[in-house]
């Protein structure tokens, strides 16, 4: 099946700066690439997603960027605010079926007021 | 129901105990899925159903593993002889099938600590 990988495992920004995370994905069929933000004791919520036919996408301080021929993409938050402390996943559709998401292992993104 | 409902929300067993945990998807959502998310990881996939296909079951880890679904209605995820490595937060989630737009929606999970 697919496998995505996701680093950091951890990330520490001062409030008002940027985070970068980045996922690689191993199955070049794979063509949606959603992102979840999952706080403490809560379930994923699904943030920005993009799909194989745009490079980019953006929804106010977050943006998705894929490359596809790297099978990379990034989430990037700007303007962090403490509120967007959380666990973000990223996911790749599996070849096994048109819905089946495989998750990244997470990173834990701390903000720091 | 306005979104994933599952039950119960924290299950506390013996080591060798068969459990049931019950999932109720989003009306009119046709896709259903599991997942497990071990404590500080990520969500690893179990299985997938979609309408009236046979499922998908290549995440399951073991045959002590099970899930049924009636049609596009709840599901039950069943693990017999429980073990402590069972311990997670088994995670339902729905969608509304090849429609990417709508993603997938989860419910709050099932607690499961194996004693």
């Known amino acids: 099946g697919e496998n995505v990988e996701q680093h950091p495992s951890t990330l520490s920004v001062q409030e008002g700066d940027s985070a970068v995370i980045k996922c690689t994905y191993s199955d070049s069929a794979s063509n949606y690439f959603p992102w979840y933000k999952q706080e403490l004791g809560k379930r994923p919520q699904l943030i920005i997603d993009i799909r194989s036919n745009v490079g980019e996408k953006k929804d106010q301080r977050i943006a998705v960027t894929l490359n596809k021929t790297a099978k990379h993409f990034s989430l990037h938050i700007t303007e962090t605010q403490p509120e967007d402390s959380a666990v973000y996943f990223c996911a790749a559709i599996g070849r096994t079926g048109a819905n089946n998401l495989f998750f990244g292992t997470g990173t834990r993104l701390t903000v720091i007021p | 129901g306005a979104g994933v409902s599952q039950s119960p929300s924290n299950k506390v067993t013996e080591k060798g105990k068969d459990v049931e945990l019950r999932c109720d998807p989003i009306s009119g959502h046709t896709a259903l899925y599991w997942y497990r998310q071990r404590l500080g990881q990520g969500l690893e996939f179990l299985i997938y159903?979609?309408?009236?296909?046979?499922?998908?079951k290549s995440g399951l880890p073991s045959d002590r593993f099970s899930a049924e679904r009636t049609g596009e209605s709840v599901s039950t995820l069943t693990i017999q002889r429980t073990q402590q490595e069972d311990s997670a937060v088994y995670l339902c989630?729905?969608?509304?099938?090849?429609?990417?737009?709508?993603?997938?929606?989860f419910g709050s999970g099932t607690r499961l600590t194996v004693v």
């Open positions: 989630a729905s969608s509304l099938g090849g429609d990417f737009r709508y993603g997938y929606t």
């Open positions: 159903f979609q309408g009236n296909s046979a499922p998908d």
